[in-house]
């Protein structure tokens, strides 16, 4: 069974960890990082999208953590939890603007400490393009197993996405995947479930649904204490994203075939399954 965090003390290391686009499992707790309505989900040109064509405006993206998250994440908590959750925030906005040419996200903040702590723009308000961050204690989606859900709609004709948001589950947020030498390395971004939620439910954002790809950042599964990053296909695909939608020229230089060499599926199963691996380890799917 996987710990919460006390102070840098939580893990999910001891048990499978399955990401559903994103959900995480624990031994035998099922926990969702979200559950997105894949009705409309489809793989159009290549890119598996939450409904056809839909897509965020070029250009820069405000990401804002709000007053909101702040007075959530302050309470209660260490200020180790607060560089946990912000550097990891950083990291995976920093990570997604290296691989989108025609996208930027400016990770800012409403709250003045915070963004001269953290060297982090501040903003008064939320513009219709920006995608505002809040936390919560409460059970998301009617399950209290999801760990953070993205708010989406887009526009009918232009099928630009619009009035976004990310909402993270607190406790969950608060956690890391493995307890490492150092606490130093212990609460580095790539450590951290945020970095993980933050990418994933970012994706969402832009439109990308969940897929059946096992290794990619937009699947449902991560192999205990094992953190999961974006990987070739997931760079891939971001490119493939900016060249579609925005015209942009292609920068992915990897072995494009070997990519395409894996079937691209949506992913739409939220049934959890149990079987023994080689590693006589749980193994999740949903």
Request: overall charge negative.
């Amino acid at each position: 069974m996987g710990k919460k965090r006390d102070g840098i003390k939580g893990i999910l290391k001891m048990a499978g960890i399955a990401i559903i686009g994103a959900a995480i499992g624990i031994g035998g707790m099922n926990l969702t990082l979200d559950l997105v309505d894949h009705h409309h989900a489809s793989v159009a040109d290549g890119l598996p999208l939450l409904a056809n064509g839909v897509h965020l405006k070029e250009g820069e993206h405000n990401v804002v953590i709000t007053e909101q998250f702040d007075e959530m994440l302050h309470f209660g908590t260490t200020e180790e939890d607060e560089f946990l959750v912000v550097n990891a925030f950083k990291e995976a906005y920093t990570t997604l603007n290296n691989y989108n040419s025609k996208v930027n996200f400016n990770l800012c903040t409403q709250d003045e400490n915070l963004a001269e702590k953290y060297d982090i723009p501040k903003v008064d308000s939320i513009g219709k393009q920006d995608i505002p961050l809040y936390m919560t204690t409460e059970v998301l989606d009617n399950n209290k197993n999801v760990m953070a859900h993205t708010n989406w709609h887009y526009e009918l004709f232009s099928h630009e996405l619009k009035d976004l948001s990310i909402t993270f589950r607190k406790n969950y947020l608060l956690m890391v995947w493995d307890e490492l030498d150092t606490i130093e390395e212990t609460l580095s971004a790539h450590n951290a479930a945020a970095y993980t939620t933050a990418v994933h439910e970012s994706m969402h954002a832009m439109g990308f649904a969940h897929i059946d790809d096992r290794a990619s950042i937009m699947n449902t599964y991560v192999k205990p204490g094992t953190p999961k990053d974006v990987t070739e296909y997931d760079i891939y695909l971001l490119d493939k994203y900016n060249v579609q939608f925005y015209g942009a020229e292609p920068t992915y230089t990897g072995n494009i075939q070997e990519v395409l060499s894996a079937p691209l599926t949506v992913s739409t199963d939220y049934t959890v399954t149990y079987s023994d691996n080689k590693n006589n380890e749980p193994e999740q799917t949903m």
